[in-house]
T-cell receptor, first 110, second 114 residues
């Protein structure tokens, strides 16, 4: 079973920041938090990952709480193309099988 | 550069038939994964290769499912005596096999068993 809990769906207005929460209260000390997204009829796409510190790349920012029991993925300026299912996954590294939950279906609305 | 490719993109077969699904990973990636995704669900792990060998096949649902990667590059997922419940999107991913590197997914093969 997935070790993460995410809301099933969220809406976001185009141009606004999308903040997607994830709970992972049983995460162990050397497990990473990974985020992937899946646009309709495509394979999952890697977004970002982190261990303890906040991370930022060209796609998104990842904020991890100090106790590491939850995290938030931030898309700073959501566009219609960001409409997708977003998966939060905890894993020892990227090179182990990923355990996906049902994710959050983000709808970006014009 | 080229990403992960999967063929065919769609496969329709009849119950009881044998099917093969192919995955071409990113060149140089030593790790290769197969997942299966049913409608409305997240992908479920099937099998993981490191090089030519299956490092973890714990996700294969039964002995009708088998996968090979004979030269450490292309992989084939084989399903014998297909059942209607095997209908799903079969996804392949590859990674460099090093450190915390990420998995890159192909577009998937949609299998429909009639």
């Amino acid at each position: 079973d997935a070790k993460t809990t995410q809301p099933p769906s969220m809406d976001c207005a185009e141009g606004r920041a999308a903040n997607l929460p994830c709970n992972h209260s049983t995460i162990s000390g050397n497990e990473y938090v990974y985020w992937y997204r899946q646009i309709h009829s495509q394979g999952p796409q890697y977004i970002i990952h982190g261990l303890k510190n906040n991370e930022t790349n060209e796609m998104a920012s990842l904020i991890i709480t100090e106790d590491r029991k939850s995290s938030t993925l931030i898309l700073p300026h959501a566009t219609l193309r960001d409409t997708a299912v977003y998966y939060c996954i905890v894993s020892y590294s990227g090179n182990t099988p990923l355990v996906f939950g049902k994710g959050t279906r983000l709808s970006v609305i014009a | 550069g080229a990403g992960v490719s999967q063929t065919p993109s769609n496969k329709v077969t009849e119950k009881g038939k044998y099917v093969e699904l192919r995955c071409d990973p990113i060149s140089g990636h030593t790790a290769l994964y197969w997942y299966r995704q049913s409608l409305g669900q997240g992908p479920e792990f099937l099998i993981y290769f490191q090089g030519t060998g299956a490092a973890d096949d714990s996700g294969l649902p039964n002995d009708r499912f088998f996968a090979v990667r004979p030269e450490g590059s292309v992989s084939t997922l084989k399903i014998q005596r297909t059942e209607r419940g095997d209908s799903a999107v079969y996804l392949c991913a590859s990674s460099s096999g090093l450190g915390t590197d990420t998995q890159y997914f192909g577009p998937g093969t949609r299998l429909t068993v009639l």
